[in-house]
């Protein structure tokens, strides 16, 4: 099954490639920050200088499609060097150039419909294929290498995927309101982030409706539905291990994994939210868990240690999280 092709519809795949382009503007920048100003010369140079968001160089709106599966630094700049889905126009510019001078755009020989233009200020704009031929200066005409049509005939849709995805945007926001207050550090644990929320969150955000789980007592305090939460959330939770500088490539929320076998959704550092087949999401579980520091005892002082460029929290100070059903073997959470 091409989970790609099932999983998200045509606007979908438009809004992502819009993203992709977003980031690859994001990293451009901080090339320049780098570089005095200068530009690389081409797109996998830039991934290899400042790229952080391995995905965002593959456009769900071609053919090409993602390794299934977490690759080493090496083979992941390999694999970009081989890409054609968007086109860099960096060549001759600069950080000084004007803010609405095109720097990279999607293929339009691989690529139907409109397409996406990042331009120099950051921002990212879609066009009709005459529009942005206009804004580029070249001719566009139909893609000579188009992606095959969509078959969605072994597909089987599911509501509560779509559903769980959008719980786990609503705590990656509120993840983000914590960690502007406490200087970039994450809650100890989801029950705190509750607290913290409170009123913005509710505890049904902490429960998965792909499953089928424990229903909360009645008429509880808020300090009681946080203990309820920590006891019972159905998301592993590894934002007490990490902080918001942390790469945006680690997991900071997940599905859990012993719970299904088709898939599950991932919340990444950078706030993304990805459904991904089951071994796949293991592999980014396994990857992201043998990055982080290993917690610390529960009776451990939490230890703040800063430098000039970042703010990581070196331990977890949160209390024990009380045993569940089901827990994978190879996480600490």
């Not at 808020?222 to 006891?231: C, H, K, P, S």
Request: hydrophobic share 30%; aromatic share 10%.
């Amino acid at each position: 099954m091409n989970w790609q092709n099932c999983v998200a519809p045509d606007s979908a795949l438009v809004t992502q490639s819009v993203t992709n382009l977003r980031r690859i503007g994001f990293s451009l920048l901080l090339y320049a920050n780098d570089h005095k100003g200068k530009y690389p010369p081409d797109i996998s140079t830039l991934y290899a200088g400042a790229g952080e968001w391995f995905s965002a160089y593959f456009n769900p709106r071609t053919s090409t499609r993602l390794p299934r599966g977490e690759l080493q630094y090496y083979e992941q700049n390999a694999q970009i060097s081989t890409l054609n889905d968007y086109i860099s126009l960096f060549v001759g510019k600069n950080g000084n150039s004007p803010p609405d001078t095109p720097v990279a755009y999607e293929n339009p020989d691989r690529t139907p419909g409109p397409i996406g233009i990042v331009f120099n200020d950051g921002h990212v704009a879609t066009f009709d294929r005459a529009a942005a031929a206009t804004i580029l200066g070249m001719p566009i005409n139909d893609p000579t290498d188009p992606p095959p049509p969509r078959d969605f005939s072994n597909c089987t849709t599911n509501p509560a995927v779509p559903t769980s995805a959008n719980n786990l945007r609503r705590l990656a926001h509120a993840l983000l309101n914590y960690a502007n207050d406490n200087r970039g550090t994450y809650p100890a644990d989801p029950g705190t982030l509750y607290k913290s929320q409170y009123g913005s969150l509710s505890i049904s955000d902490f429960l998965n409706p792909r499953n089928v789980h424990a229903t909360p007592p009645p008429n509880m305090t808020v300090d009681q539905t946080a203990t309820w939460i920590n006891a019972n959330s159905d998301y592993i939770y590894f934002g007490r291990r990490m902080n918001g500088n942390s790469p945006a490539a680690f997991v900071l929320m997940a599905e859990r994994p012993d719970e299904f076998t088709d898939g599950i959704n991932l919340l990444f550092n950078d706030a993304s939210v990805e459904f991904r087949e089951l071994r796949w999401a293991t592999e980014s579980l396994d990857f992201t868990n043998a990055q982080l520091p290993p917690p610390r005892p529960a009776t451990a002082p939490l230890s703040i240690v800063t430098t000039s460029t970042s703010l990581s929290a070196t331990t977890d100070a949160s209390p024990s999280k009380p045993q569940r059903r089901h827990r994978h073997p190879h996480f600490q959470y």
